[in-house]
């Protein structure tokens, strides 16, 4: 474009429809976790990446809507924010139209079986049915796992174009979790890939030691790709490939079943 050209239509606009206060209130509300339960204005404001005063007036607003408790120096989460997971689980039909399934599958290999959809650089479980052999305490509806070194994460990235997948792997933070965590970008891309090719993707440890997990991503109807199935199990029951062999044939099962009554959202 010259110098005294007008603006292309194509030049990226300021939006103005978007709301900055909503978000960062968003950013708050979801800052909680399970390390991070009970947090000072201080706290939120290093985990949002935004200002004390910025922090203080989200905290203020939370805790007089009730989504937020408070002893007058630390917040944490209200039930009230339960409002906010319910309305996303019973208006939309995967976790309902999931959740026997991982119920079934559950029961028939004794393990825990999750149901995950990719927000920004993690995997979220979205439905999950938990075994008698419990893995670990904290792995519940709404965790994240980080995508690059989970196999919910990589059969998620798998299912993006490659291109896609890559820019989404370079940006996200990446670090070991334990010793035999996989986060070095070619690395990565490269498990990425052979998820994309065999159609499914393991992960070996690298969350948690002593914890295998496979994973299968899930197609609707129409042939598009929408979540990843997975299952887990300590690795003294039984090796990896074992693991695979055994598990993977009742995982894809479950996982067809379930593409065969979803349509596209």
């Given at each position: ?5 007008p ?5 990226q606009q300021?939006d103005?429809?978007?709301?900055t206060?909503?978000?960062?209130g968003?950013?708050?509300l ?5 390390e991070a339960?009970?947090?000072t204005q ?5 985990l949002t990446h935004t200002?004390p ?8 607003t ?6 937020l408790?408070?002893d007058?120096?630390r ?6 924010a339960l ?6 689980l019973?208006?939309?039909p995967t ?10 599958l559950s029961e ?15 995997a979220?479980?979205?439905a ?9 305490t904290g792995?519940?509806?709404?965790a994240?796992?980080p995508?690059y070194c989970s ?7 798998a299912?993006?174009?490659p ?6 792997v370079r940006a ?6 334990t010793?035999k965590t996989?986060y ?5 891309l490269a498990?990425?890939a052979?998820c994309?090719?065999?159609g ?16 299968v991503?899930?197609f609707?109807r129409?042939?598009t ?9 300590r ?5 990896l490939?074992e693991?695979r062999?055994?598990?993977l044939?009742?995982?894809?099962k479950?996982?067809d079943n379930l ?7």
């Amino acid at each position: 474009m010259r110098k005294n050209d007008p603006p292309s239509d194509d030049a990226q606009q300021p939006d103005r429809s978007f709301v900055t206060a909503l978000q960062k209130g968003m950013d708050v509300l979801t800052c909680f976790n399970r390390e991070a339960s009970r947090l000072t204005q201080t706290e939120v404001a290093r985990l949002t990446h935004t200002s004390p005063a910025s922090a203080r007036r989200s905290l203020h607003t939370l805790h007089a809507m009730g989504y937020l408790d408070s002893d007058g120096k630390r917040y944490w989460v209200a039930p009230r924010a339960l409002l906010v997971a319910h309305a996303y689980l019973s208006s939309r039909p995967t976790p309902a139209l999931a959740q026997p399934l991982l119920d079934a599958l559950s029961e028939r290999t004794r393990e825990s079986a999750s149901l995950a959809k990719l927000v920004g650089g993690d995997a979220m479980i979205v439905a999950r049915s938990t075994a008698r052999r419990s893995l670990s305490t904290g792995l519940g509806i709404g965790a994240r796992l980080p995508a690059y070194c989970s196999a919910t994460g990589r059969v998620l990235l798998a299912s993006l174009p490659p291109a896609e997948a890559a820019r989404r792997v370079r940006a996200m933070p990446r670090h070991p979790l334990t010793a035999k965590t996989i986060y070095k970008t070619d690395e990565v891309l490269a498990l990425v890939a052979s998820c994309r090719e065999q159609g499914w993707a393991t992960n070996d440890g690298e969350l948690e030691l002593g914890v295998r997990s496979l994973a299968v991503p899930v197609f609707d109807r129409e042939g598009t790709p929408v979540a990843a199935m997975s299952i887990a199990v300590r690795t003294e029951r039984m090796g990896l490939v074992e693991f695979r062999e055994a598990f993977l044939p009742a995982l894809v099962k479950a996982r067809d079943n379930l593409g065969s009554r979803l349509y596209r959202e």
